[in-house]
C-alpha cells in the first residue's frame, strides 16, 4: 500500500477508490506533544474496537462520519477528507488543560457543556484559538465552524446518553472534522480513549489515556477494563 502520511498513532495509506483512504491504527502512543513515547503492544486493536463502537452508535444517530468500513483489526477504510486544521474540545467536567490553564478545580461541571478550539499545529503546541483570531486566520469558513461546533454538541447528547447509563462520565474528548470531495463535512479522525477523557461514574478514576500521561497504571489493562464496562 501507499503510504500517504505517518501521525503519531495512526497511517494513511491510499487505496484503489481515489476518493477513499486506509487507515492503520498503530500501538504507538504519545503524550505531552510527543515528549512522551511508547509502544504499547496491542493499543491499535483495542483503540480501533473503541472507534468502530463508537462511529457505529453515531452513525445510528444520524452523524456522518469519514468511515466507509471497519477491514480489519488494525485498519478501517475511510473518506478522503481535508481536515480543518482546527481541533474541537467539548468538556462536560473541568480536567487537564482547562485546569491548568484558568485554575477550574477539577470535576466541576459544565453544564451547558463547553466546547473550545485549538489550532491544530504540533510546532505551535496545538494552541487555544479564540473567536477573535478567527477572524485574522484563513482556517475554516464561518458557516463550516458553526456546523462542527452543532455537531459536536449533538456527539456529546448521543455519547453521554449511551454512557451514563453504561456507568461512565464523558468528562471531555477532542474531535476532528473534515471536508470530503464532494463537499460535505464529515466526523474524521478516531474516538477511543486516546482522546477522551472517561471516569468510572461517581468517581474521578480513569480509563483514558491519563493513565499514561500520569503514570497510574497499565494503560492496554485500563483500556480493556472500559471494553468490559461498555461491553464492547
Ligand atoms: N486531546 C487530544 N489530542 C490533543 C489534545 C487533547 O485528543 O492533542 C483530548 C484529550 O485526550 C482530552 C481532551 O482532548 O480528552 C481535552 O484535552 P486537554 O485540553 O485537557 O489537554 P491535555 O490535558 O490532554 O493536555
Redesign the pocket.
Known amino acids: 500500500m501507499n503510504l500517504l502520511y505517518e501521525g503519531k498513532a495512526k497511517k494513511i495509506y491510499g487505496s484503489d477508490q481515489a476518493d477513499q483512504v486506509i487507515i492503520k491504527f498503530k500501538d504507538d502512543t504519545t503524550?505531552?506533544?510527543g515528549l512522551k513515547k511508547d509502544t504499547l503492544d496491542g493499543k491499535g486493536k483495542i483503540n480501533l474496537k473503541f472507534s468502530r463502537y463508537f462511529f457505529n452508535l453515531l452513525h445510528s444517530n444520524g452523524i456522518r462520519s469519514h468511515v466507509v468500513s471497519f477491514l480489519d483489526e488494525t485498519t478501517l477504510r475511510a473518506k478522503k477528507v481535508e481536515i480543518f486544521p482546527i481541533?474541537l474540545?467539548v468538556?462536560n467536567c473541568a480536567?487537564?488543560?482547562?485546569c491548568?490553564r484558568l485554575g477550574f478545580k477539577k470535576g466541576i461541571k459544565f453544564d451547558p457543556p463547553m466546547v473550545?478550539l485549538?489550532l491544530k499545529d504540533d510546532s505551535l503546541g496545538?494552541p487555544l484559538l479564540c473567536k477573535a483570531h478567527l477572524n485574522y486566520m484563513d482556517l475554516i469558513a464561518e458557516e463550516d465552524l458553526l456546523f462542527i461546533e452543532k455537531q459536536a454538541l449533538k456527539i456529546n447528547d448521543i455519547l453521554i446518553g449511551s454512557l451514563d447509563s453504561k456507568g461512565i462520565t464523558l468528562?471531555?474528548?477532542?474531535l476532528e472534522f473534515g471536508k470530503a470531495e464532494d463537499g460535505e463535512i464529515l466526523l474524521a479522525d478516531e474516538i477511543s480513549p486516546?482522546?477522551?477523557?472517561f471516569w468510572l461514574k461517581g468517581t474521578m478514576e480513569s480509563l483514558?489515556?491519563d493513565v499514561y500521561?500520569e503514570d497510574k497504571g497499565d494503560l492496554v489493562q485500563s483500556y480493556g477494563r472500559l471494553l468490559d464496562i461498555l461491553g464492547i
Open positions: 503524550a505531552f506533544n481541533e474540545v468538556r480536567a487537564g488543560s482547562i491548568k473550545e485549538f496545538d468528562v471531555d474528548y477532542k486516546d482522546n477522551c477523557r483514558d489515556k500521561r
